[in-house]
């Protein structure tokens, strides 16, 4: 339950990351207002408020967005240490059944065509 809360914020947060950033402007765009395009400056926030105030947003969002992450990826690492590795398991005792995956004896029959052995021909 608690990985699914955090994936939604992680992914709320991130989405809102990308638009606030695309909602910036860039360093070059006061370069614009300096020659007269100014004209629009003056918007909602005031002429560097918006500025301002997307900035802390956007850092807010990020803090939330990193810890996010690292709360995930540490409740994910609790979860897989807790489960066998595939690594670590030994091979298991067959149940004395049909195996199926088991290699055929040498010599067996097999309704599987056989391939010419290349080694015989030199």
Known sequence: MLISILTVVLLMTTV???ILVLL???KGADMGAAFG???SSQSLFG???SANFLSR???TLTVIFFATSLGLAYLH???GQSSISVISQEKLPSSGG???GAPEAP???SDLPSVPDASRDQ
């Open 77 to 79: 690492t609790q979860i």
């Open 107 to 109: 010599g067996a029959e």
């Open 57 to 59: 947003v956007t850092a």
């Open 16 to 18: 809102s990351i990308v």
């Open 24 to 26: 910036q402007q860039g």
């Open 47 to 49: 002429s560097r408020g």
């Open 37 to 39: 395009g100014g004209g």
């Open 98 to 100: 049909d195996d199926l």
